[in-house]
């Protein structure tokens, strides 16, 4: 098993500019889940998805961020525009419940730096 | 609401030595608890989880955690350290809710490995 897919895997990019960070579920899971990590903030859930619909997304920051799940097997966060105070690592995880608690796999993450 | 301390930043052992990560959680009912690695660079993997049963559970890599529900705290030991094990390490506090499963993440504690 390939395990959580995420791309690009580091991104740079200027502040204003479009982000969009991409990630691919592991085949099967039903559950997804979006986190941010700084050394300020630590682990942050954004957003996650049951069966591809969004299920809380109280922790995405502001009206800057959305998150979409077109279907199982791919998921994009976008950051529009882009400001400094999201530079992060964005992580990307799937579970293979959508009930109960089960284990989530991460996928390697996405390093963005915002100039 | 969920909550998960882990009160050390940083823990600094020698190889060979024995390794105690301390976790302590908030949470209403009979929490699903888990410890994940995190290697530099790399995604979060986990190395064990606590539902329920015996209160001591074996991990990968020779970890194991004890639960204590009367100290609210489920900390992670290892024996015998090795250089490998240097990596950050979060306790995380799931929620069984009917709108599916978060986690909640401790903040992390650092662990460096002296030879």
């Known amino acids: 098993d390939a395990g959580v897919i995420q791309s690009p895997r580091h991104e740079v990019t200027e502040m204003g500019q479009e982000v969009t960070l991409r990630c691919k579920p592991i085949?099967?899971?039903?559950?997804l889940f979006w986190y941010r990590q700084t050394m300020m903030r630590g682990l942050e859930l954004l957003i996650y998805?049951?069966?591809?619909?969004?299920?809380?997304d109280s922790g995405m920051p502001e009206d800057r961020f959305s998150a979409k799940m077109p279907n199982a097997s791919f998921s994009t966060l976008k950051i529009q525009p882009s400001e400094p105070r999201d530079s992060a690592v964005y992580f990307c995880?799937?579970?293979?419940?959508?009930?109960?608690?089960?284990?989530?796999?991460f996928g390697p993450g996405t390093r963005l730096t915002v100039l | 609401a969920q909550s998960v301390t882990q009160p050390d930043i940083h823990i600094t052992v020698s190889e060979g030595a024995s390794l105690e990560l301390r976790c302590n959680y908030s949470?209403?009912?009979?929490?699903?608890l888990f410890w994940y690695v995190q290697s530099p660079g790399q995604g979060l993997q986990l190395l064990l989880k606590y539902f329920s049963g015996d209160t001591l559970v074996q991990g990968i890599k020779g970890f194991e955690a004890e639960f204590k529900r009367s100290q609210s705290s489920f900390n992670l030991r290892k024996p015998s350290v090795h250089w490998s094990d240097a990596a950050e390490y979060f306790c995380?506090?799931?929620?069984?809710?009917?709108?599916?499963?978060?986690?909640?993440f401790g903040g992390g504690t650092r662990v460096l490995v002296k030879p």
């Open positions: 998805f049951n069966n591809n619909v969004p299920i809380d």
């Open positions: 995380a506090v799931g929620a069984k809710g009917a709108a599916g499963n978060k986690l909640t």
């Open positions: 949470y209403g009912a009979t929490p699903y």
């Open positions: 995880a799937s579970s293979p419940r959508t009930e109960g608690t089960s284990i989530l796999f």
């Open positions: 085949s099967g899971h039903n559950s």
